[in-house]
């Protein structure tokens, strides 16, 4: 029996190393507390994280205390006294001042240990310093909260705009614009499609996101590195649904621009790649579920003076166009944009691989409501809304040449700075 009892001492000190080892290594200390003098044991490791340098030569109750910031302490003594009148573990999370001044939150959890008499003496458990995770919690809620504000002003600000323009269809009902506002107030669902879309996607993300980082904060396995990811995600998501909620607007604004008689305030300064650039990454959530491509060639430094929204209404309504008609039952499909000057005029080209178009439609294709997908995701109205954007609002010119197999290119031409008078015209 001695023999037996002497070979397990070495396995038994192997696995209080190892034991000790492990709570060093994740930074977890072990403390053990006399229920009667409230003296307990520690780890060095408990001791560190209450800010000190080394083991103190006693620890008592009353001085754990005094470290728990005394807002906490009535909880904390509370749920002390009621583990050990119930005899269940003593678990819990409260902010601390370190011996160095700084204040930290702390996760405890501790159990009861039976004497041989049968009597509960003595409670032992761990604590942890959990300020990294307590922080993560503050800035999910705070980016949560700041991502509702957001979303409910863009929405409020949305339906501002449509009330707006349902009342200026109104005041337009005689007036020669009439047609043109109702053709644009039609094709607003169409248009809306994309950036409402990804900001719902963007949304439910975020969703499942932070439920999974709070079922990780729950479990208390959340590692520093799942903690960075999942922030930059959010940060992503809630870029993505300003962006597509912030062109959502525009659109709204642009519809509201052609039903006023008056300069456009959309007009600046912009980057000519840069911006169909961000056209093309709003898009482009809805557009990967198919095997096609855009490919931009557009140089940096096309500095144009001229009306953004109008033009982004333009390239959407093209690629759309493509994706819908162009590239029908087939895949792999390249959609080419490039750009070059003369003088002082900017030509845009599209052109793609499709299936091009017979010359009997090409003569029709830019008739409001003529369209060859009419009941089937075409309004007939996206490349009537494309002419009279680039003739009517930029002051360009657009022309469309087209193979049957081969493909189509359309050649968009526009001033690199608006005239005052065409940029009046709405």
């Not at 696995?15 to 977890?28: I, K, M, N, R, Y």
């Not at 995600?233 to 519809?255: Q, V, Y």
């Not at 953004?308 to 087939?330: C, D, K, M, S, T």
């Not at 493909?407 to 001033?415: A, N």
């Amino acid at each position: 029996m001695k023999k037996v009892h002497k070979d397990a001492e070495p396995d038994l000190s192997r696995s209080t190393q190892l034991l000790a080892s492990a709570l060093e290594w994740s930074h977890t200390g072990a403390w053990d507390i006399d229920l009667v003098d409230k003296t307990a044991n520690r780890t060095r490791e408990h001791d560190l994280i209450f800010g000190y340098d080394a083991l103190l030569p006693e620890w008592t109750y009353d001085m754990f205390i005094e470290h728990v910031l005394p807002e906490d302490r009535a909880d904390v003594n509370c749920l002390f006294q009621k583990a050990i009148e119930e005899q269940t573990v003593w678990r819990f999370e409260c902010r601390i001042r370190r011996a160095d001044g700084v204040v930290r939150w702390i996760f405890a959890a501790g159990g009861h240990q039976c004497a041989p008499d049968g009597v509960m003496r003595r409670m032992a458990g761990i604590v942890q310093d959990i300020t990294e995770r307590k922080q993560a919690e503050m800035a999910i809620h705070t980016l949560n909260a700041t991502l509702e504000r957001r979303v409910a002003e863009r929405t409020a600000e949305l339906e501002a705009t449509l009330e707006s323009l349902r009342l200026s269809q109104q005041e337009l009902a005689r007036s020669e614009t009439k047609a043109m506002l109702s053709m644009l107030v039609a094709s607003v669902s169409h248009e809306l499609n994309s950036p409402i879309g990804n900001s719902v996607l963007a949304a439910t993300m975020l969703s499942t996101l932070t439920q999974k980082m709070r079922e990780s904060i729950e479990n208390g396995n959340i590692k520093r590195s799942d903690l960075n990811t999942m922030l930059v995600d959010i940060e992503t998501g809630t870029s993505l649904i300003e962006r597509n909620l912030k062109r959502a607007e525009d659109l709204l604004n642009s519809l509201r621009q052609v039903a006023a008689d008056q300069a456009s305030e959309q007009r600046r300064k912009f980057d000519l790649a840069h911006t169909i650039k961000e056209i093309i990454d709003t898009l482009s959530p809805s557009l990967k579920r198919q095997k096609h491509r855009i490919e931009m060639n557009i140089p940096d430094g096309i500095m144009m003076d001229s009306e953004p929204g109008p033009l982004g209404q333009i390239v959407i309504n093209i690629i759309n166009n493509a994706y819908l008609h162009a590239f029908e039952n087939r895949t792999d499909c390249v959609l080419t944009i490039d750009a070059d000057i003369v003088d002082d005029w900017v030509t845009l080209r599209f052109a793609d691989n499709g299936v091009g178009i017979p010359d009997e439609n090409l003569k029709k294709l830019f008739q409001i409501f003529y369209s060859t997908k009419i009941g089937n995701g075409g309004t007939g109205l996206g490349m009537a809304i494309v002419q009279n954007l680039v003739t009517k609002t930029l002051g360009g010119d657009i022309a469309v040449q087209s193979n049957v197999g081969v493909g189509t290119r359309f050649d968009i031409r526009l001033p690199m700075v608006l005239p005052e008078a065409t940029s009046k015209v709405q």
